[in-house]
């Protein structure tokens, strides 16, 4: 079967502008899960969303993010009024039960 | 706050050297270890874990890791490395009685000379 997909993979906005990244996770995989790795550094935990139980958005660094997922379907990440320091590389991970994480290629997102 | 620290930020080895790239974490509850791997234009995939049992774990590829509860610590070993393992190792934790999330380390990059 499939990997986790995203899209797209590359991004490269302007400061200010809004961006929505997408993921699709592995079909029965309930848990799905955002991380955000910049440059020279490891993956930060962003959001997590487990069925239909509330997400838990600890991880979100602002509130110009934001995350939705529709059941146990895609994803969205969104980034409202981007900032340079938002540059980085985006992954998504799905798991099933109390199994494995399996990541995504990632979206690099560049903002000039 | 869980935290984990890769001691080596970047390794350069011969083939057939060993290997061992240091990996300790800071939390006071029970954890699941894991050790993911990034070969270059691939996407992160998972070399190893450690949920419970024996501390020895092994993993794809000849690798294996071994968690010491006394000393925080879940080092990634190979008897002998080759060209092929060349890619970026990360570290990482998870709360046994959280979501899941994973808090990694800042990942270890392994350069093998042929």
């Known amino acids: 079967g499939a990997g986790v997909s995203q899209s797209p993979s590359n991004k490269v906005t302007e400061k200010g502008k809004d961006v929505e990244l997408r993921c699709d996770p592995i079909?029965?995989?309930?848990?799905l899960y955002w991380y955000r790795q910049r440059l020279g550094q490891g993956l930060e935990f962003l959001i997590y969303?487990?069925?239909?139980?509330?997400?838990?958005k600890s991880g979100l660094p602002s509130d110009r993010f934001s995350a939705e997922r529709t059941g146990e379907s895609v994803s969205t990440l969104t980034i409202q009024r981007t900032q340079q320091e938002d540059s980085a590389v985006y992954l998504c991970?799905?798991?099933?039960?109390?199994?494995?994480?399996?990541f995504g290629p990632g979206t690099r997102l560049t903002v000039l | 706050a869980q935290s984990v620290s890769q001691h080596n930020h970047h390794v350069i080895l011969s083939e057939a050297a060993s290997l061992e790239l240091g990996c300790n974490y800071s939390?006071?509850?029970?954890?699941?270890l894991f050790w993911y791997v990034q070969y270059p234009g691939q996407h992160l995939q998972l070399l190893l874990k450690?949920?419970?049992?024996?501390?020895l774990v092994k993993g794809i590829k000849g690798f294996e890791a071994e968690f010491i509860k006394s000393k925080f610590s879940f080092n990634l070993r190979k008897p002998s490395v080759q060209w092929s393992d060349t890619a970026e190792y990360f570290c990482?934790?998870?709360?046994?009685?959280?979501?899941?999330?994973?808090?990694f380390g800042q990942g270890t990059t392994l350069q093998v000379k042929p």
């Open positions: 991970a799905s798991r099933k039960g109390g199994d494995t994480q399996y």
């Open positions: 079909s029965g995989h309930t848990a």
């Open positions: 969303f487990q069925g239909n139980s509330a997400p838990d």
């Open positions: 939390y006071g509850g029970t954890v699941n």
């Open positions: 450690y949920f419970s049992g024996d501390p």
């Open positions: 990482a934790v998870s709360s046994s009685s959280n979501t899941g999330k994973l808090i």
